[in-house]
Structure formats: C-alpha cells, structure tokens
C-alpha cells in the first residue's frame, strides 16, 4: 500500500500535477479504513486531519460522526454531526446521521427535526426508517400525563442544528 501511495505521489510530482490537499488524502484513506471495517484506525486518521485541516472539515467530521455512530459511541457521533452542520448546515451526511444518532440516543424532536430538514433539502435520502422508529415509541400527550414519557440520553446542551 504505500508502495502505492509513494508511486502515485512520484507520477504526480512527474506530472506537474499537484497533490491534493492533506485534508482530502487523509478523508480517502480514512474511508478506505471506514468501508473495511477498521472504525478505529479511520477515526485516528479523522482526528489527526482535524488538527490541522483547513478545507474539508465538513466531511471529516461528518465521517468521524460515522465511525462514532457504528462504534456506538452515539453521543461523540452527534457531536461530530453537529459540528460538521456548524459548517454546512444542509450536508446531508451529516443530517442523516444527526437523525439516526439522536434516534438511538432518545432524543426524538431533533431527530425528527433532521429527519424533516433532510427530507425538505435531500428527498432522495431515504430515512424513513427513522421517522417510523422514533414515530412508534411512547411519547403521546397520554403518556406524558401518566408520567411515562422517555428520558433523552446524552448531553442536554446538545441542541438540534437542523433547522426547518
């Protein structure tokens, strides 16, 4: 592999070309590490390029969010996703995954929040699924007034940046 990568970096240097940038070599090799299942390793090399980055923090924290949310780490997944809508408040990424991150941690109205925002700016993400599964809890007027509503997990000071 990084015969590879020293080849590709000569045939570039050779070619006049430049090299992309390190923010963006970095997010393809965390992907390649994130596809094959290697959570940790792309979340190292995210975090790394996240000290230095100066283009492609949007995507970086928004992969970082998904390794965060498959490693089941929910609340360091939101807070990537909310980060990275700080940049980009319609990156559909990074909304599908503040939905599907606030769903797991029961926080319901953001996640439904993203889940409309994504559906209003990307109708072609499909996140009904999340709709269905937060839609289907415990969480009527009745239930409130019989005192069995469903406590939200995580921070309380993480506040949805999906706006409708």
Known sequence: MLLIATLIGITLALSGLPAPPPEIAAYERALEHYRAGRL??????????LQTAS??????????GWCRFRQGRNS???SAFT????????????L????????????????LDAVVTLSRL?????VGDVASQVLSRPGSLEDHRLGRER????EPGMVSRARG
């Open 83 to 94: 980060r990275s809508l700080d940049l980009a408040p319609d990156n559909a990424e990074a």
């Open 151 to 154: 406590k939200p997990e995580g």
């Open 40 to 49: 940790d390793q792309a979340s190292a090399i995210l975090e790394s390029a």
């Open 96 to 111: 599908e995954g503040l939905a599907r991150a606030s769903a797991r941690l029961g926080r319901d109205k953001q996640a």
């Open 122 to 126: 990307h109708p072609e993400v499909d």
């Open 76 to 78: 360091d997944a939101l």
């Open 55 to 64: 283009s492609d923090e949007v995507g970086l924290h928004s992969l970082l």
